[in-house]
Protein backbone atom coordinates (compact mmCIF):
# COMPACT_ATOMS: atom_id res chain seq x y z
CA UNK A 1 0.00 0.00 0.00
CA UNK A 2 3.18 2.36 1.09
CA UNK A 3 4.27 1.72 -2.74
CA UNK A 4 1.15 2.82 -4.06
CA UNK A 5 0.90 5.93 -1.82
CA UNK A 6 3.60 7.46 -2.08
CA UNK A 7 4.01 7.69 -6.54
CA UNK A 8 0.08 8.98 -6.04
CA UNK A 9 1.12 11.56 -3.88
CA UNK A 10 4.53 12.53 -5.43
CA UNK A 11 2.19 13.30 -8.53
CA UNK A 12 -0.75 14.97 -6.58
CA UNK A 13 2.35 17.46 -5.93
CA UNK A 14 3.52 17.61 -9.08
CA UNK A 15 -0.46 18.55 -10.11
CA UNK A 16 -0.93 21.27 -7.31
CA UNK A 17 2.31 22.83 -7.89
CA UNK A 18 1.97 22.76 -11.90
CA UNK A 19 -1.69 24.33 -10.96
CA UNK A 20 -0.35 26.87 -9.00
CA UNK A 21 1.93 27.94 -11.38
CA UNK A 22 -1.19 28.78 -13.60
CA UNK A 23 -2.51 31.08 -10.93
CA UNK A 24 0.72 33.15 -10.01
CA UNK A 25 3.93 34.29 -10.94
CA UNK A 26 7.14 34.51 -8.73
CA UNK A 27 8.85 37.78 -9.41
CA UNK A 28 11.89 36.93 -11.75
CA UNK A 29 14.25 39.69 -13.32
CA UNK A 30 14.27 37.70 -16.66
CA UNK A 31 10.13 37.11 -16.52
CA UNK A 32 8.37 41.08 -16.71
CA UNK A 33 4.53 40.93 -16.47
CA UNK A 34 2.19 40.63 -19.26
CA UNK A 35 -1.16 41.84 -20.10
CA UNK A 36 -2.15 38.40 -20.16
CA UNK A 37 -0.78 37.86 -16.92
CA UNK A 38 -4.03 40.32 -15.78
CA UNK A 39 -6.53 37.81 -16.39
CA UNK A 40 -9.40 38.76 -13.06
CA UNK A 41 -12.20 40.80 -13.88
CA UNK A 42 -12.48 44.67 -13.02
CA UNK A 43 -13.92 44.96 -9.57
CA UNK A 44 -13.20 48.78 -9.15
CA UNK A 45 -13.13 52.19 -11.34
CA UNK A 46 -9.49 51.70 -11.84
CA UNK A 47 -7.94 51.55 -15.00
CA UNK A 48 -5.30 48.23 -13.67
CA UNK A 49 -5.01 46.49 -10.69
CA UNK A 50 -1.94 43.93 -10.17
CA UNK A 51 -2.29 41.48 -6.55
CA UNK A 52 1.29 41.28 -5.74
CA UNK A 53 1.82 39.87 -2.52
CA UNK A 54 4.62 38.50 0.32
CA UNK A 55 4.63 34.74 0.75
CA UNK A 56 6.01 33.70 3.95
CA UNK A 57 7.61 30.37 3.37
CA UNK A 58 9.51 27.79 5.35
CA UNK A 59 13.70 27.11 3.90
CA UNK A 60 13.14 23.43 3.50
CA UNK A 61 17.10 22.90 4.28
CA UNK A 62 16.94 24.71 7.33
CA UNK A 63 13.12 25.04 8.78
CA UNK A 64 14.63 28.00 11.41
CA UNK A 65 14.56 30.00 8.44
CA UNK A 66 11.54 32.05 7.04
CA UNK A 67 12.13 33.66 3.57
CA UNK A 68 9.39 36.11 1.46
CA UNK A 69 8.74 35.47 -2.24
CA UNK A 70 6.85 37.96 -3.85
CA UNK A 71 4.62 36.58 -5.44
CA UNK A 72 1.74 37.75 -8.32
CA UNK A 73 -1.79 36.61 -8.63
CA UNK A 74 -3.01 36.09 -12.03
CA UNK A 75 -6.73 35.47 -11.38
CA UNK A 76 -6.84 38.22 -9.04
CA UNK A 77 -5.28 41.06 -11.32
CA UNK A 78 -7.07 42.90 -14.16
CA UNK A 79 -6.93 45.79 -16.93
CA UNK A 80 -9.47 47.51 -18.35
CA UNK A 81 -7.56 49.13 -21.44
CA UNK A 82 -4.21 47.87 -21.49
CA UNK A 83 -1.07 49.85 -22.81
CA UNK A 84 2.71 49.98 -22.48
CA UNK A 85 3.05 53.17 -20.06
CA UNK A 86 0.48 51.25 -18.08
CA UNK A 87 1.61 47.88 -17.62
CA UNK A 88 5.44 49.62 -16.86
CA UNK A 89 3.52 51.08 -13.72
CA UNK A 90 2.16 47.77 -12.93
CA UNK A 91 5.57 46.19 -13.26
CA UNK A 92 6.24 48.85 -10.51
CA UNK A 93 4.23 47.48 -8.05
CA UNK A 94 5.43 43.97 -8.45
CA UNK A 95 8.66 45.41 -8.36
CA UNK A 96 7.92 47.32 -4.88
CA UNK A 97 6.34 44.05 -3.32
CA UNK A 98 10.22 42.00 -4.33
CA UNK A 99 11.68 45.15 -2.65
CA UNK A 100 10.53 44.31 0.91
CA UNK A 101 10.79 40.37 0.16
CA UNK A 102 14.61 41.15 -0.05
CA UNK A 103 14.64 43.46 2.87
CA UNK A 104 13.14 40.85 5.25
CA UNK A 105 15.25 37.87 3.66
CA UNK A 106 18.41 39.62 4.01
CA UNK A 107 17.77 40.60 7.45
CA UNK A 108 16.50 36.88 8.68
CA UNK A 109 18.59 34.87 6.46
CA UNK A 110 20.81 33.04 9.04
CA UNK A 111 19.03 31.53 12.55
CA UNK A 112 20.42 33.79 15.15
CA UNK A 113 17.93 33.35 18.10
CA UNK A 114 17.95 31.17 20.91
CA UNK A 115 14.15 29.81 20.52
CA UNK A 116 11.97 29.24 17.88
CA UNK A 117 9.39 31.26 19.58
CA UNK A 118 11.62 34.17 19.74
CA UNK A 119 12.23 34.13 16.23
CA UNK A 120 8.74 33.68 15.18
CA UNK A 121 7.86 36.99 17.46
CA UNK A 122 10.63 39.08 15.76
CA UNK A 123 9.59 37.76 12.57
CA UNK A 124 6.02 38.23 12.86
CA UNK A 125 6.35 41.67 14.43
CA UNK A 126 9.25 42.78 11.05
CA UNK A 127 7.06 41.09 8.86
CA UNK A 128 4.04 43.13 9.77
CA UNK A 129 6.12 46.51 9.86
CA UNK A 130 7.47 45.35 6.36
CA UNK A 131 3.88 45.27 5.18
CA UNK A 132 2.95 48.65 6.91
CA UNK A 133 5.75 50.09 4.95
CA UNK A 134 5.14 48.85 2.14
CA UNK A 135 1.88 49.48 1.46
CA UNK A 136 2.76 53.03 2.37
CA UNK A 137 5.30 53.01 -0.35
CA UNK A 138 2.79 51.48 -2.78
CA UNK A 139 0.12 53.96 -1.77
CA UNK A 140 2.50 56.68 -2.17
CA UNK A 141 3.90 55.19 -5.71
CA UNK A 142 0.27 55.59 -7.12
CA UNK A 143 -0.46 58.93 -5.53
CA UNK A 144 2.96 60.55 -6.65
CA UNK A 145 2.49 58.86 -10.03
CA UNK A 146 -1.09 59.53 -10.55
CA UNK A 147 -1.34 55.85 -11.39
CA UNK A 148 1.36 56.51 -14.52
CA UNK A 149 -0.70 59.67 -15.88
CA UNK A 150 2.08 61.95 -14.40
CA UNK A 151 5.34 60.70 -16.29
CA UNK A 152 8.15 62.75 -14.72
CA UNK A 153 7.18 61.30 -11.63
CA UNK A 154 6.59 57.91 -13.13
CA UNK A 155 10.07 57.58 -14.34
CA UNK A 156 11.49 59.12 -10.93
CA UNK A 157 9.58 56.14 -9.12
CA UNK A 158 11.28 53.86 -11.69
CA UNK A 159 14.75 55.01 -10.94
CA UNK A 160 14.19 54.64 -7.33
CA UNK A 161 12.83 51.20 -7.44
CA UNK A 162 15.50 50.16 -9.91
CA UNK A 163 18.02 51.44 -7.39
CA UNK A 164 16.30 49.85 -4.53
CA UNK A 165 15.95 46.19 -6.09
CA UNK A 166 19.87 46.71 -7.49
CA UNK A 167 20.83 47.57 -4.22
CA UNK A 168 19.26 44.71 -2.18
CA UNK A 169 20.85 41.25 -2.62
CA UNK A 170 18.13 38.32 -3.65
CA UNK A 171 18.99 35.58 -1.52
CA UNK A 172 17.92 32.35 -3.36
CA UNK A 173 16.51 29.62 -1.34
CA UNK A 174 15.19 27.19 -3.23
Given amino acids: MFRTIVPILICFLCFTSFMLEGRFIRWSATRPLLWSDFQGQPTTDD????????????????PRITYLKAIFGKEQSWVRIP?????????GHFDIVEMYARKFN????????????????LETKQFDELCKEMDEVQANYDGET?????????????????KQ?????KIEFD
Fill in 146 to 162: QGYLNQQEQERWNKWIK
Fill in 106 to 121: NKFSVPYLDTKEDRVS
Fill in 83 to 91: DSLGLIHEQ
Fill in 47 to 62: GAVTYAFLDRKLYKKN
Fill in 165 to 169: LDSIP
